[in-house]
């Protein structure tokens, strides 16, 4: 695919610990996966500026809830080079 272009949403996996508070240990495994693939379509994270988590669970009988980093954007270089000071 030639051009800039940029994929953004819901990708419903996390790439490390610092995604995701409360609930079950995060798995080292699956980060790497999702990182893997993601560096195998040789795409660039943009980043973001807030919220930290995008997605909350529901609060559990004990009062605790799941908060995770599930929306993210990826870009080509392309795009990357052409708009430097893209945030979301």
Known sequence: MNGP?????????IT????????AQVSSRRCKNFKDRINACHLLDLGFIDPKYTWRGPIYQNGQRIY???????SNDVWE???PDCLC
């Open 16 to 23: 490390c610990a610092a995604d995701k508070r409360g609930g």
């Open 68 to 74: 995770e980093k599930l929306d993210r954007a990826l």
């Open 5 to 13: 272009w940029m994929l953004a949403g819901d990708f419903n996996d």
């Open 81 to 83: 080079n052409g708009v």
